[in-house]
């Protein structure tokens, strides 16, 4: 993520667009369920306002520098876990709901898309949603602030085929001016997925991944 796209997602104006109409406009149609997981939270200016929403909130984060922010911002309200959304550190059917915001587009290895669909299927109750919000190719196409960022946009097709593929039902993408939010939900029944991603990971993931930091502050 290049040095301005950094600063941005940590600004009071991301912020104030996140809280007064992207998350609003995401969960409008959601039931967050008993508890939820953020994905990619970031500096966790998402999550701060995500747990006004969630009954229960888990964020997972890769970037190791970043969970002293965390741990800052979520006082001791949130549980921070490190790891990778291509390789969750957690055990099958842990929650009722997964949240993805702007996220999608950052996973630009090939295959790891694919890999982080069937991990949030993987972790999810039978019944629970998977729901995110995401940047059109166009709006990324033309924005400066990603300038130097490696990004794979998300095309809303092969996205709803992705899905399928991980084994979600109902799946839906509305768009909106540069946004498009997404949700799909895992079967009541069948479809079991027990076991952890066995697949390729990036460099230096799997020694976080058995010892996953998991901080309440």
Request: with cysteine; aromatic share 6%; hydrophobic share 40%.
């Given at each position: 993520m290049s040095f301005h796209?950094?600063?941005?997602?940590?600004?009071?104006?991301?912020?104030?667009?996140?809280?007064?109409t992207i998350l609003p406009w995401l969960l409008s149609d959601v039931e967050l369920g008993s508890m939820t997981l953020e994905v990619g939270p970031g500096p966790g200016v998402s999550a701060e306002i995500i747990r006004r929403y969630a009954n229960g909130l888990v964020v997972l984060e890769r970037q190791l520098r970043l969970l002293p922010g965390l741990r800052s911002r979520l006082d001791g309200t949130t549980l921070?876990?490190?790891?990778?959304?291509?390789?969750?550190?957690?055990?099958?059917?842990?929650?009722?709901?997964?949240?993805?915001?702007?996220?999608?587009?950052?996973?630009?290895?090939?295959?790891?898309r694919e890999r982080m669909l069937q991990e949030s299927f993987r972790v999810l109750k039978p019944g629970g949603i998977l729901a995110g919000v995401d940047a059109t190719p166009a709006a990324l196409r033309r924005r400066?602030?990603?300038?130097?960022?490696?990004?794979?946009?998300?095309?809303?097709p092969k996205l709803l085929t992705e899905l399928g593929e991980a084994g979600f039902e109902r799946a839906a993408i509305h768009n909106r001016g540069s946004k498009f939010k997404f949700s799909a939900t895992r079967p009541e029944t069948?479809?079991?997925?027990?076991?952890?991603?066995?697949?390729?990971?990036?460099?230096?993931?799997?020694?976080?991944?058995?010892?996953?930091?998991?901080?309440?502050?």
């Open positions: 796209h950094r600063l941005y997602c940590r600004s009071k104006a991301w912020g104030q667009k996140l809280q007064d921070i876990v490190a790891g990778d959304a291509v390789a969750m550190p957690f055990g099958s059917a842990e929650f009722t709901s997964v949240l993805s915001i702007m996220v999608l587009h950052h996973v630009w290895r090939p295959g790891d400066l602030v990603h300038l130097g960022d490696r990004v794979s946009p998300v095309d809303g069948g479809c079991a997925m027990t076991a952890p991603a066995t697949t390729a990971s990036p460099p230096g993931y799997g020694r976080q991944s058995r010892s996953a930091v998991r901080d309440r502050s």
